[in-house]
């Protein structure tokens, strides 16, 4: 059984950075990070498939976050720039062994606590 740790949620204003981490406690293939809003269902934002390096990205987070993997460590993070009001929610990592990128919940069996982003003026 896969556990997977995040941390660094926190309450920011518009236009402010934050950085996200997922801890694994054991090496795996692919994570993605989720969010789910108040009201709404829980979607994918960015996954990695760690054996490529390949990532993919929501249309509404390209250009602004950034996955990326510390394999020795076996954490893998979210870099958020720039957000927005409409990026709070809660924050999920999520993992499994499959062997290509994706953003689709049923994909993945391990699933972390989460980690609150709040973003407000």
Do not use: H
């Amino acid at each position: 059984q896969v556990q997977l740790v995040e941390s660094g949620g926190g309450s920011v204003q518009p236009g402010d950075s934050l950085k996200l981490s997922c801890v694994a406690s054991e090496a795996v293939q692919r994570v993605a990070w989720f969010r789910q809003a108040p009201g709404k269902e829980r979607e994918g934002l960015a996954s990695i498939w760690a054996s490529a390096g390949r990532k993919e990205y929501t249309s509404s987070v390209k250009g602004r976050f950034t996955i990326s993997q510390d394999s020795a460590k076996k954490t893998v993070y979210l870099q958020m720039n720039n957000l927005k009001p409409e990026d709070t929610g809660r924050y999920y990592c999520a993992a499994d062994w499959g062997s290509r990128t994706s953003l689709r919940l049923r994909d993945y069996d391990y699933w972390g606590q989460g980690t609150q982003v709040t973003v407000s003026s």
